[in-house]
């Protein structure tokens, strides 16, 4: 399995971005996508989910509203749409995957940087 996330950019304050994550090496039928960040001196976050198929999607409170997860039908990417950036944003984005029944996400993608200035 590999996850390769892009979409690293430095925006400011309002500004908005799209993430990327390419999921490849077999089908993903079953599992479940998600987005987590992680700051400089902080614990990794959270931020948003998406169920492979039937597309729920599930979100932090500190994104509801903000970020959008989404999987265009018949494709293997994973989009985390950042809208409405706050400096507080700024961290290492990752995505990862983990069995719809398992409470632990077994694989990661290796990172992208969102740098959002004041």
């Known amino acids: 399995v590999q996850l390769q996330a892009s979409g690293e950019g430095l925006v400011q304050t309002g500004g908005s971005l799209r993430l990327s994550c390419a999921a490849s090496g077999r089908t993903f039928s079953g599992y479940i996508m998600g987005w987590f960040r992680q700051a400089p001196g902080k614990e990794r976050e959270f931020l948003a989910s998406?169920?492979?198929?039937?597309?729920?999607?599930d979100y932090a409170d500190s994104v509801k509203g903000r970020f959008t997860i989404s999987r265009p039908h018949a494709t293997s990417t994973v989009y985390l749409q950042l809208n409405s950036l706050r400096p507080e944003d700024t961290a290492i984005y990752y995505c990862?995957?983990?069995?719809?029944?398992?409470?632990?996400?077994?694989?990661w993608g290796q990172g992208t940087e969102v740098t959002v200035s004041s």
């Open positions: 998406l169920r492979w198929n039937g597309g729920r999607t």
């Open positions: 990862a995957e983990r069995f719809f029944a398992s409470a632990n996400y077994s694989y």
